[in-house]
């Protein structure tokens, strides 16, 4: 089992900054894929990024690239986001999630737990 605990969200203007954080469970943690999602009302969850057992190897959506960027510290089983310039359209809750098989795609359905998600709002 494996337990995930997102935090950092919050209220912020159109081109400030938040750094997201997610503290994981599992003594495998290292071996895990972590991804970032989001979701806004009324529309689909969708994929913001993806980093490998390695931290060597991230992955963001387009909407997010050369904004966001991914890390993690496998000693102390924490992944973060950090967001810069954000905009309005960022505004969503966002989740952690880990691909025990460590894949770190964007497909959600590879993703095998989920943490319960921090609001991330941007105001214009």
């Known amino acids: 089992q494996v337990q995930l605990v997102e935090s950092g969200g919050g209220l912020v203007q159109a081109g400030g900054s938040l750094r997201l954080s997610c503290a994981a469970s599992?003594?495998?943690?290292?071996?895990?894929?972590m991804g970032w999602f989001r979701q806004a009302p009324g529309k689909e969850r969708e994929f913001v990024a993806a980093?490998?057992?390695?931290?060597?190897?991230?992955y963001y959506a387009d909407s997010v690239k050369g904004r966001f960027t991914m890390s993690r510290d496998n000693a102390k089983n924490t992944v973060a986001l950090q967001m810069n310039s954000l905009k309005p359209e960022d505004t969503a809750v966002y989740y952690c999630a880990a691909d025990l098989l460590g894949r770190g795609s964007g497909n959600v359905k590879e993703y095998d737990y989920w943490g319960q998600g921090t609001q991330v709002t941007v105001s214009s």
């Open positions: 980093i490998r057992w390695s931290g060597g190897s991230t």
């Open positions: 599992g003594r495998t943690f290292s071996r895990y894929a």
